[in-house]
């Protein structure tokens, strides 16, 4: 209830009135059943933009930081995060990671959309960079198909770095579902997993025809001066 209202009624109309978002592809988000929405990464505003345009409601995996903030910022931001669907995860690996897999298997297997950026963080340039395979083990584990979502111009809206977003137009392209059924009960495979996730990361770039580059994300943000 607190979703579809935020969604629908307090946030929803505001956002919608100001960015005035665009979305191709609709259609492609499945009507029932659960399924992985699989998005390049450009802002922190894509995991707000992307939830409203599409009609079912849907979860994301975000960090557990933006749930343990004190005070009247703590609180707000806290229940910004709730109103949008996502749910706070510890990314620090390890066994984090593993609890990062069971909470998305949990969202999946109550026959929900989730949320998940394979490539881990934010581009920091907007370029796409290399997939992680989590996404690919969730998905055959669920047994559940990934649609690729591209983001476009939500880094130019809301650069990183930057806490209050400009005003701009901002849309997104969904493709068709991407079906892995061929692969099921291999997911302890890592060549199947990168196999997967590689063919993901293609076609997010056929779909935005953002320039690639088969290195990590975080790598590439490790190598910049502070």
Same mark, same amino acid.
Request: proline share 6%; no cysteine; charged share 20%.
């Given at each position: 209830m @607190?979703?579809? %209202? =935020?969604k629908?009624?307090?946030?929803?109309p505001?956002?919608?009135a100001?960015?005035?978002?665009?979305i191709?592809?609709r259609a492609n988000?499945p009507?029932?059943?659960?399924?992985?929405?699989a *998005?390049?990464?450009?802002?922190v505003? +894509?995991?707000?933009?992307?939830?409203? =345009?599409? !009609?079912r409601? =849907? *979860? @994301?995996?975000?960090k557990? !930081?933006y749930f343990?903030g004190?005070?009247?910022s703590?609180?707000?931001?806290?229940m @910004?995060?709730?109103?949008?669907?996502?749910?706070?995860? +510890?990314?620090?690996g390890?066994k984090a990671?593993?609890?990062?897999?069971n909470?998305g298997l949990q969202?999946?297997g109550r026959?929900?959309?989730?949320?998940?950026?394979?490539e881990?963080?934010?581009?920091?340039?907007?370029?796409l960079y290399?997939?992680?395979?989590?996404?690919a083990?969730?998905?055959?584990?669920?047994?559940?198909?990934?649609v690729?979502? %591209?983001m476009v111009?939500?880094?130019?809206v809301m650069p990183?770095?930057r806490t209050?977003p400009?005003i701009?137009?901002v849309g997104?392209?969904i493709?068709?579902?991407? !079906? @892995?059924?061929?692969f099921?009960g291999?997911?302890?495979d890592r060549?199947?997993?990168r196999s997967v996730?590689?063919?993901?990361?293609v076609?997010?770039?056929?779909?935005?025809?953002?320039k690639y580059?088969?290195v990590?994300?975080?790598?590439?943000k490790?190598?910049r001066?502070?």
């Amino acid at each position: 209830m @607190f979703y579809w %209202v =935020m969604k629908y009624i307090v946030i929803g109309p505001i956002v919608k009135a100001i960015f005035r978002p665009w979305i191709v592809g609709r259609a492609n988000v499945p009507a029932s059943g659960a399924a992985i929405l699989a *998005s390049n990464h450009l802002s922190v505003s +894509d995991s707000i933009f992307l939830p409203l =345009m599409i !009609d079912r409601p =849907m *979860s @994301f995996l975000a960090k557990s !930081d933006y749930f343990t903030g004190t005070g009247l910022s703590g609180w707000s931001t806290r229940m @910004f995060m709730k109103a949008t669907g996502q749910i706070p995860i +510890d990314r620090t690996g390890g066994k984090a990671s593993e609890a990062s897999l069971n909470t998305g298997l949990q969202v999946l297997g109550r026959g929900d959309l989730l949320g998940i950026y394979p490539e881990g963080t934010r581009s920091p340039d907007g370029k796409l960079y290399r997939g992680r395979t989590g996404l690919a083990r969730m998905a055959l584990e669920a047994r559940v198909p990934v649609v690729p979502v %591209v983001m476009v111009d939500t880094g130019e809206v809301m650069p990183i770095g930057r806490t209050i977003p400009r005003i701009g137009r901002v849309g997104m392209v969904i493709g068709e579902p991407l !079906d @892995f059924s061929r692969f099921h009960g291999m997911e302890s495979d890592r060549y199947v997993l990168r196999s997967v996730t590689d063919e993901i990361m293609v076609a997010l770039q056929r779909l935005g025809e953002q320039k690639y580059e088969d290195v990590y994300a975080s790598t590439v943000k490790d190598r910049r001066p502070a």
